[in-house]
């Protein structure tokens, strides 16, 4: 039986600030821009939007409905799933627009990430299901996702045998389809040697091997297929969409397998959804907070079987031209870090035929996933 | 059982567990320079960290019992940047995460291994630092 969900709703406008190190505006200011260009983009007036998700720091729905004049939003809703939130908020729009609560999802994250407060500052109060954390491991010194992770690389290569040339191919990949990105922050084409003799954050992660600090914004906007198919642009439709939460979601330390990550749930239900495979895939972005983050979504998502990603991703097949192109905007590592949102953009872009340089040739169907907190997963596959 | 200590009671100014109703027996334990685990009473699963009720079985019954403090080391990262400025006398560190014999693991630090000498399923044994008057956290050194 098909999915009931499958392919009814659609990406009907989407919206990305210059990413950059320093935006010379205050957040606020410059999510009500992201805001207004993801509208601009469906050719909708923004008082339409009648269902907001919005999952930056700082910005809440209601400063949209403040600032936009917005007079009656039926949905808001904040989720709370680190980097898989934007593309788990496809899951959440599609459910809602197909219920007839709302006409016009609008999801939105970013900030001054870079200029403003950094990652490093102190999270102030931790949300809530980061509080064993705060409790067990603040007082050892880790404080920040680059030494969450670091142990799960670590026993990803002792495992796998994974190495530190496999991490690279991932960062000088990204970094050279950012070279034909002209809003990508990180341009410069960089090679195996350069990844090398970056300086360590958290051995195994090189400063090559983790995200980019961003000031920017990137937004999307959903509506349901039969009217989307009346907007300014073709509809993007959300074929496949699904969650998912690993075991021992509140510590890593606790799981019993420390490389299963949540997207392991959420991939199959998100091909069953859409009726597609791996193999169907054209183009994919998968979150990247880390090279090594890649690497296991591949394997997790059923790319390739377990272990298998690193020679993958050495072997160029996730390059532009090779059998499955991967972050072709440059991704968290090297265009710029909104949460993965701008994976969201490129797929549209991918699927419209419009991602220029970066361009796979007749892209139909694409996957995403995202990747927070302790190993929160999403993915959803759009097509054309 | 060994200690030591890397804090000053007077100046330690790194981050201090708070602890739960939950938490305390576990803290308390540590302060006592014991170190001891949840354990079910319905099922007899272990669990970590301390928390009301048995996922295996939803009893809310449970003892704490003593952990014999010996693992092996699951995996690591060596720590290379300041995050805190409390720790910015001490990179690089590592941060592991032990295996305990129990099954459960932890997240804690090495007091005399050099990170270049780490090793997964290197055996170590718990140490206690008294960190304050008040608090004492688990670390690991390598066992003989
Ligand atoms: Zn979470
Ligand atoms: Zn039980």
Partial sequence: ???????????????ETRYSKNSGVSDLTLQLQGFKLACDDAGLDPKKIDGIVAMTLGACSEDYMTNFGIPDVRFAARPEMGGASPVASLQLAAAVLDAGICNYVLTIVGRNQRSGQRLGGGMGVAPPQFKVVAEHEMPMGVFIP????APMARRHMHEYGTTFEQFAAVSVTQRYHASLNDNAMMRDLITVEDHHHSRWVVDPFRLLDCCLETDGVAAVILARADRAKDMRHPPVYVSGVAEGHPESPMSITQRKEMTV???????????????????????????????????????DIGFC????????????????GGSLPVNTHGGLLSQGHVQGMNHIC??????????????????????????????????????? | ??????????????????????SEPYWQHLKEHRLHIQRCTGCGKFRMYPRPMCDQCYSFEHEWVPASGKGTIYSWGVVHQPVHPAWREEFPFAIVEVELEEGVRLRATMVDVPS????????????????????????FRRAL
């Fill in chain 1, 1 to 15: 039986m098909t999915h009931p969900l499958r392919d009814k709703v659609a990406v009907v406008g989407i919206g």
């Fill in chain 1, 146 to 149: 680059a030494q969450w992770y």
């Fill in chain 1, 261 to 299: 990550f949540g997207v392991t749930k959420a991939a199959p239900r998100a091909f069953a959804m859409a009726g597609v495979g791996p193999k169907d895939i054209d183009v994919a972005g998968l979150y990247d907070c880390f090279t090594f983050t890649v690497i296991n979504q591949l394997e």
């Fill in chain 1, 305 to 320: 079987g377990k272990g298998e990603g690193g020679p993958m991703v050495e072997s160029g097949a996730t390059r532009l």
């Fill in chain 1, 346 to 384: 490129e797929a549209t872009r991918q699927l419209r035929g419009t991602a220029g340089a970066s361009q796979v040739k007749d892209a139909e169907v694409a996957l995403l996933s995202g990747y927070g907190d302790y190993g929160d997963g999403s993915v959803a596959i759009l097509r054309r």
């Fill in chain 2, 1 to 22: 059982m060994t200690t030591v200590t890397t804090g000053q009671a007077q100046q330690y100014a790194k981050p201090l567990p708070r602890a739960t109703p939950d």
């Fill in chain 2, 116 to 139: 270049e000498q780490l090793s997964i399923g290197m055996p170590v044994e718990i140490v206690y630092d008294d960190v304050t008057d008040e608090v004492t956290l688990p670390r």
